[in-house]
């Protein structure tokens, strides 16, 4: 599960625990929003962890030294339109 995934059940837990006044016998919707809430935090807390070690420093490159530059100009400041 994605860290979409993990909103929606925070969405749909605070959903039902705040927003709802609906009755179910044997289902306290309350307690089963607090739940989803929960088990949401728990996924964003891992979805973090995660990705924050996914995340690899790569060291800099070392520079490209070249002989030639790659453009020549002439002496006036103009080139001849092809790159050389």
Not at 52 to 66: D, N, Q, S, W
Request: net charge neutral; with cysteine.
């Amino acid at each position: 599960m994605g860290l979409g995934g993990c909103i929606i059940l925070i969405a749909v837990g605070a959903i039902l625990t705040f927003a709802t006044d609906w009755q179910m016998q044997g289902v306290n919707l309350t307690v089963v929003g607090l739940i989803l809430m929960a088990v949401g935090l728990i996924g964003v807390a891992t979805f973090s962890g995660i990705a924050r070690r996914r995340r690899v420093v790569v060291p800099p490159a070392t520079p490209v030294v070249e002989d030639e530059p790659r453009h020549h100009h002439r002496a006036d400041g103009y080139s001849d339109g092809y790159g050389v």
